[in-house]
């Protein structure tokens, strides 16, 4: 049953919901706690990394179709403690400030937008580099390939809301990141986002290429779960776009934050 790439689809979506919508849960009660609780939270959530990593090393030669979803799992073990931390500002950047409203070049701009997230995204370029190094003519490489998308698909996210979209929800941004919605750019499109969601839909296309071209039950299943986190961060980018309530999906999760409110005042406006 595992096998059959409409389960192995609907896995991925559940998890993908699950776990953002857990991350969310965690980083808000966190929030509402103060003190060490960010801390604690990233501490007590180092368990699911030890297990990520150890699941992904197992899952490299493991040829059955639990291989394929064992690796898909660790990536997101892995790629999930690294939201955690960097959501609850335990891993994040150098710089913690608000952008000025006026009077910033868009070098400067930059800078200061990097400075945000710098150490978040040394860690994931580094975690990437160790994963590729561990699986190099491993059997079965859907863990890596799972966080390649992620990966890829987080950086081309923050690039388009650096460079600016229409639509950008800070509803779940916790109270360490609370200088981060400065750095955003709200705007009718950006020059990038075509780029993106082409590239993105030309990796979905080939996906299901090989979905459909493979003979083996962990392949088709693997190839199933790649289309599905694919699909999903070409999904994310034209949530950027179009007008949809994406946010319901997670905020009936979420303790209630009365002083939280759910705006997109203090972006920058270019349109």
């Known amino acids: 049953m595992l096998h059959n790439p409409w389960i192995a689809t609907l896995a991925a979506l559940f998890l993908w919901w699950f776990s953002t919508g857990a991350i969310l849960m965690v980083v808000k009660r966190a929030d509402r706690a103060g003190g060490q609780a960010h801390r604690c939270a990233v501490l007590w959530g180092l368990p699911f990394l030890v297990l990520g990593a150890a699941g992904f090393y197992t899952s490299l030669s493991d040829a059955s179709v639990a291989g394929p979803y064992i690796g898909f799992l660790s990536a ?11 959501l609850t500002g335990t891993i994040t950047g150098p710089n913690t ?9 868009e070098w400067e701009r930059f800078i200061r937008a990097w400075g945000t997230v710098a150490y978040h995204e040394m860690l994931l370029t580094a975690v990437l580099f160790i994963l590729i190094f561990t699986a190099q003519g491993a059997e079965n490489q859907f863990g890596l390939w799972s966080y390649i998308v992620l990966y890829f698909a987080r950086i081309s996210a923050k690039l388009n809301l650096f460079l600016g979209v229409p639509k950008i929800n800070t509803e779940f941004l916790p109270n360490p990141l609370a200088h981060l919605p400065s750095h955003f750019r709200h705007a009718r499109l950006n020059w990038l986002f075509p780029f993106s969601v082409t590239a993105l839909t030309f990796a979905v296309a080939c996906w299901l290429e090989r979905l459909y071209a493979v003979s083996t039950p962990s392949q088709t299943a693997g190839f199933a779960l790649l289309t599905a ?43």
Do not use: C, N, Y
Not at 76 to 86: C, M, Q, R, T
Not at 97 to 105: D, N, Q, S, T
């Open 76 to 86: 997101l073990a892995i790629w999930g403690w690294i939201e955690l931390a960097f």
């Open 229 to 271: 986190i694919t699909a999903l961060a070409l999904l994310e980018h034209w949530l950027m776009v179009l007008p949809l309530p994406d946010e319901k999906l997670w905020r009936w999760m979420l303790p209630s934050s009365p002083d939280k409110t759910t705006t997109t005042k203090g972006l920058q406006h270019d349109v």
């Open 97 to 105: 400030h608000v952008l000025p409203e006026k009077g910033v070049a």
